[in-house]
């Protein structure tokens, strides 16, 4: 669903700063971090494992991470009992015909930040998905989005795509990472050229040891039985911004029943395989359940929509999946800023009734 670093938020008061990017990290500032994971543990307890539920939130990272904010965000992220971390990060491609796929020295962070990321989140005792997400700002001026992608040389693209996900197939396996996803909402990839899917898929079980998954855009779902290389995934992810098209001010209990609906009419053959959902979420505005994927609306700001879409998403989904992703939480990002994170709003209350053990709403 993501768009670019440009479409991060609205914006109320003043523009999106980039995260800093002039000061990567540096050994000497892993040690200076206070270590305060078991107490973290024993203070707020996950209601599950993430063997059996991964409860989880997609952290975007665009550039070269502070630590010490990772640091921050991954522990207030397990008091609400997160159990799971999505890392999501870019990587791009010249344009929507493009043969071959690459990475920024500026936006994109190196494996040994990602490295320090995903260290950080396992001393916290939360599981790390890797998940390198195609940027597609370079796309719009073309009325496209990755979804859309037809490289004059899918063989060329193909051999440059696998070499990027076999670099991140070995950090996977280097820092025991719980899984890796192949792929994200590449549409117009993922139901042709079977052949070189099952190669990279092999590849890299060669190199990784760990679960893999592809994210599925939601409105592709009712393809996916007749693709084959599902077959050699752990799991099949969902990008789940389905329109909920129920009015303005719409209940957690309405809600609810809407997504029930929705999720009556997908085909039966997508639960033979163990399903995730890999992104959900809507922004705090008024009726954003219509367009969840929508980064900006005009309404008026609203943190009790999103109060009910997590409510209604998690009861309508919990019982099919083995894990919910919320979209996500963005390193660096302004905190003036409306976005699809729910950090410091009331959403908060919902993540931890569901996802802590021994919740108690004071």
């Known amino acids: 669903m993501f768009l670019g670093k440009e479409l991060f938020s609205i914006k109320k008061e003043e523009p999106l700063k980039p995260p800093k990017k002039e000061e990567p990290i540096v050994e000497e500032k892993l040690h200076e971090l206070p270590k305060e994971s078991e107490l973290n543990k024993k203070e707020f307890p996950f209601k599950y494992s993430s063997d059996e ?15 010490f904010e990772v640091r921050k965000v991954f522990e207030h992220l397990r ?26 020295p500026m936006n994109t962070p190196t494996n040994e930040e990602l490295k320090a990321v995903i260290e950080e989140a396992h001393d916290l005792g939360l599981s790390v998905m890797i998940r390198p997400i195609m940027d597609e700002q370079v ?41 890796l996803n192949i792929g ?3 549409n117009s990839m993922q139901n042709q050229y079977e052949n070189r899917w099952i190669e990279l898929i092999e590849n890299v079980r060669q190199a990784y040891k760990g679960e893999l998954l592809y994210s599925f855009n939601y409105d592709t779902v009712n393809e996916i039985h007749s693709i084959e290389f599902v077959e050699l995934l752990d799991y099949i992810g969902i990008d789940a911004y389905f329109p909920l098209d129920l009015p303005d001010n719409a209940s957690a209990e309405m809600l609810e029943k809407e997504w029930e609906k929705q999720i009556s009419q997908l085909n039966k053959t997508l639960w033979q395989k163990p399903v995730i959902i890999t992104e959900a979420g809507i922004i705090p505005i008024t009726g954003a359940y219509r367009t969840p994927y929508a980064w900006s609306l005009p309404n008026k ?14 009861n ?20 003036n800023e409306i976005s699809f994170s729910p950090l410091y709003l009331p959403t908060e209350e919902v993540i931890k009734k569901h996802y802590l053990k021994e919740f108690t709403n004071e």
């Open 184 to 186: 994200t909402e590449l």
């Open 79 to 104: 008091s609400l009992g997160i159990n799971s971390i999505a890392i999501n990060f870019p990587f791009y491609q010249s344009d929507w015909q493009a043969s071959e796929v690459y990475t920024s």
């Open 301 to 314: 700001y609203d943190p009790q929509a999103q109060v009910n879409y997590y409510e209604a998403t998690y």
């Open 139 to 179: 796309f719009l001026s073309s009325n496209m989005w990755r979804g859309q992608i037809k490289p004059k040389n899918p063989d060329h693209w193909f051999d440059s795509y696998e070499e990027l996900i076999l670099t991140y197939a070995m950090l996977a396996q280097s820092t025991d990472a719980k899984a």
């Open 53 to 67: 539920f991964q409860a989880g939130m997609n952290i975007l990272i665009y550039g070269h991470p502070d630590i």
């Open 316 to 335: 309508a989904w919990k019982p099919s999946v083995h894990g919910i992703y919320w979209w996500a939480v963005i390193l660096g990002q302004n905190p």
